[in-house]
């Protein structure tokens, strides 16, 4: 039989998730929600074009993906999910297999990224549906497309950000600077913090001799980041008689911070929203495989 698409998968995977409230890894999840759908060892050796993953384990992980956005799952750590309050009350609200109408309202879940956990809802509601793909041309779709797996890659990143040490968290913005093309090489970015760092996270050489430096506090915070953190960054590059500072965090900045580092002109601040997005177009953490799309050479049939 061919492989379910992946919003049939997302009620094997729920049902599974709610047999073990404590959790479990990915790969289980996805191994039971193909014995749910029957699925024989030929079908399970089915591969995406691109080779990469099993079809399979492709659609149950578009299906949590649904499930997370709803707030009815979450991953506490790498390869592993585990239903959140909200999700285990939607269960026992739903004790039955879900209709079409539930599925569908699950797997058309509004696809903007939470910098945060999950905002808990109210068991048997969902997001607002997207746009009804069947008036769009391909080209459309292929965009819609390409924008979904780039929303979900921004939130899997913002996750793995945050479950990382905060020593790696300081390397791997050193890393996306370095891609970005600051320092002339690798070595001129260097990690500092640690006790009595002063707010100072790396410091990055743009020149050889090092005149010319940027200072980085690289943070993961829980909520948004107020003008006191920004104002106690901006001290501290006082301290070290800089003009140039990146604050950079996982989380979101007030308004009243934003305002703060516009106003001194010295700061730049980078929210966790646009550090996911940055770490996508420079390739940190994240490969990108072309696609090759079709298109007539009309020049050549008009020769």
């Not at 969902?126 to 924008?147: C, F, I, K, M, N």
């Not at 800089?242 to 010295?266: H, L, M, P, W, Y």
Request: aromatic content about 6%; overall charge negative.
């Amino acid at each position: 039989m061919p492989v379910p698409t992946y919003d049939k998968f997302i009620d094997p995977v729920l049902r599974y998730l709610a047999l073990h409230p404590d959790g479990v890894l990915a790969r289980e999840a996805h191994d039971a929600a193909a014995s749910a759908l029957g699925l024989s060892a030929a079908d399970r050796a089915e591969m995406l074009p691109s080779g990469g993953q099993a079809v399979y384990k492709n659609r149950a992980g578009w299906a949590h993906d649904r499930l997370k956005r709803a707030g009815y799952s979450s991953s506490p750590k790498r390869g592993a999910w585990r239903l959140t309050p909200t999700g285990a009350a939607f269960v026992r609200d739903h004790p039955n297999p879900l209709t079409d109408d539930e599925v569908a309202a699950i797997a058309s879940q509004n696809l903007d990224v939470q910098l945060g956990p999950a905002t808990p809802k109210k068991p048997g509601t969902v997001g607002t549906p997207t746009t009804d793909t069947t008036t769009q041309s391909p080209d459309d779709r292929l965009e819609q497309a390409l924008q979904e797996m780039r929303n979900s890659v921004v939130g899997e990143i913002l996750e793995l950000l945050a479950q990382v040490p905060p020593q790696s968290f300081e390397s791997i913005v050193l890393d996306l600077l370095h891609k970005m093309g600051y320092g002339t090489s690798r070595d001129d970015l260097q990690r500092v913090g640690g006790a009595g760092d002063g707010g100072i996270d790396g410091i990055i050489s743009l020149d050889r001799l090092g005149l010319d430096k940027v200072y980085v506090q690289a943070k993961r915070w829980q909520g948004a980041v107020g003008r006191p953190v920004v104002q106690g960054f901006y001290g501290a590059l006082a301290g070290q008689r800089a003009n140039k500072g990146v604050f950079i965090t996982t989380s979101s900045f007030t308004q009243q911070a934003v305002d703060f580092a516009r106003s001194v002109e010295r700061i730049v601040l980078v929210d966790g929203a646009r550090l996911a997005e940055l770490m996508i177009d420079f390739e940190v953490g994240v490969t990108s495989r072309p696609i090759r799309l079709p298109r007539i050479d009309t020049d050549y049939f008009e020769a």
